[in-house]
T-cell receptor, first 116, second 112 residues
C-alpha cells in the first residue's frame, strides 16, 4: 500500500517567486491537510481539504492557497515568496468520516522549500 | 482560536527512567487527542491516541491520560530507551471538524 507522496522533495526559490507543491494521499483517504514545519515552531496548520473543498484554514496570509482534485490529490501554492516562507511543508492524509481510524494522520516526507 | 500548549519543550532523562509530557487544549469541542513521534529527519508518526470518552489508554511502555474537565492530557513513557529519543507532538481535534492542532513539540533525549 503506497504511502503519502509529496513532490518535489527539495526546491530553492528566490523572493517574489511562486511555488506549487503536490501531495498524493493514501488510496481511500479523502482528506488532505497541509502543515508548515520550522525549527522551534512545531507543526503549523495551513488548511485541510475534503471532497475538493477547503474545510478549514489556519492563520496564514492569503499568499498561501491550495486545492484538492477529484482523485483526492492536493496542491498548495505560495505566491510572492518571502524569506520567512523557508520551511518543511508536510501534507497528511486521513480517511475522515465516522469510521475506525478516520482521524489518524499519515504524513508524507515533506517538501523542503528554501527561499533565497 | 484553538490552541494546544505543550510542556516541556525539552526533556532529558536517563535510560530506564520515566518521561512525562503535558498538554493543554483550549477548544472544548475537541474529542480526539493523538500523539505523534518524529525522529530526526523523518516524518511524524502516530504512537498512541485517546478519545474524550476514555480517561486513560496504555500500549506497552506508553500511556496517555486525559482530564476533560481541566482540558489536560499527558503522555507517559516508562523504562525509556535511547530509541525513544525524538520530538513528540500532542494534538487535538474536533472529529466533527477539519483541523488537527498540534502542540509545539517536546524534544526528548534519553541518555544511555
Amino acid at each position: 500500500k503506497a504511502g503519502v507522496t509529496q513532490t518535489p522533495r527539495y526546491l530553492i526559490k528566490t523572493r517574489g517567486q511562486q511555488v506549487t507543491l503536490s501531495c498524493s494521499p493514501i488510496s481511500g483517504h479523502r482528506s488532505v491537510s497541509w502543515y508548515q514545519q520550522t525549527p522551534g515552531q512545531g507543526l503549523q496548520f495551513l488548511f485541510e481539504y475534503f471532497s475538493e473543498t477547503q474545510r478549514n484554514k489556519g492563520n496564514f496570509p492569503g499568499r498561501f492557497s491550495g486545492r484538492q482534485f477529484s482523485n483526492s490529490r492536493s496542491e498548495m501554492n505560495v505566491s510572492t515568496l518571502e524569506l520567512g516562507d523557508s520551511a518543511l511543508y508536510l501534507c497528511a492524509s486521513r480517511k475522515a468520516g465516522g469510521i475506525s481510524g478516520a482521524n489518524v494522520l499519515t504524513f508524507g516526507a515533506g517538501s523542503r522549500l528554501t527561499v533565497l | 482560536g484553538e490552541n494546544v500548549e505543550q510542556h516541556p519543550s525539552t526533556l532529558s532523562v536517563q535510560e530506564g527512567d520515566s518521561a512525562v509530557i503535558k498538554c493543554t487544549y483550549s477548544d472544548s469541542a475537541s474529542n480526539y487527542f493523538p500523539w505523534y513521534k518524529q525522529e530526526l529527519g523523518k516524518r511524524p508518526q502516530l504512537i498512541i491516541d485517546i478519545r474524550s470518552n476514555v480517561g486513560e489508554k496504555k500500549d506497552q511502555r506508553i500511556a496517555v491520560t486525559l482530564n476533560k474537565t481541566a482540558k489536560h492530557f499527558s503522555l507517559h513513557i516508562t523504562e525509556t530507551q535511547p530509541e525513544d529519543s525524538a520530538v513528540y507532538f500532542c494534538a487535538a481535534l474536533n472529529t466533527g471538524g477539519f483541523k488537527t492542532i498540534f502542540g509545539a513539540g517536546t524534544r526528548l533525549f534519553v541518555k544511555a
